[in-house]
């Protein structure tokens, strides 16, 4: 009997090109496969204010990865990078940073269009770029007929900058209409404290856990990355 066992193994084996049998993985009580966490993470609109930097290339990576819809803005890249990056990541390229309000208004309008809402932005040490896409998509969630509940706001400082989140207004003299006002302190900020950009997988995996709807810290968190 042991040696029919063994000729009937061996036969499995010749079949299989000398392979070894298959065998499943343990499953965890949830029912998956063990040695995998997944989470819940729904395709997310989002906009990157530099999608050009190394650490901007991740961000953008990293989202669209996640299956979510991403536009970025080109910085100083020429239009011929930028272009290249955008069709190797599969991201939207919004051209070069705005340089009016008007015509940030402009750009952000054909975005609009095209996805209705945004519901995460990854902002760098631009301040005045920052403050007028805060202030401009505080406007566009007051304007619209129903609240869309989410929004992350990801502002990323290097370690000499402070952790305070950025006002949503464009200069110290522009007021918000106030039920936009009210929408702007209702978006969550967060801001990643930058330590070392050697490598910025890191950081991109700790804006992807921001993210997540059900992440455990609380708006106005400053996280550090070293």
Known sequence: MADNYLERKMD???R????????????????????YLRFRFPSR?????????PLGQAMVKAFVDGGCRVA???????????????????AR???PNPETPDAL??????????WSDLDIMLLNSDERLSG???????????SQPVENPYSRIIRFASASEGGTPLAPRAGKDAQLAPAADDSAR???????KIEAADDPLPVARLALLLSLDDHPFTPGTTLTVS
């Open 16 to 35: 299989n090109g000398g392979a070894a049998p298959s065998y499943h993985s343990r499953l965890t009580p949830s029912g998956r496969n063990a040695g």
């Open 132 to 142: 007028l896409l805060v202030e401009n998509l505080s406007a566009r969630r007051a």
């Open 72 to 90: 970025f803005f080109a910085g100083d890249a020429t239009s011929a990078q930028s272009r290249e990056f955008a069709q190797q990541s599969g």
């Open 93 to 95: 390229c919004l051209g």
């Open 12 to 14: 499995e084996l010749r």
């Open 105 to 114: 208004t402009s750009t952000l309008g054909e975005l609009y269009h095209l």
């Open 186 to 192: 209702s978006l969550r900020h967060y801001t990643i």
């Open 45 to 53: 609109r989002v906009l990157a204010a530099d999608g050009m930097s």
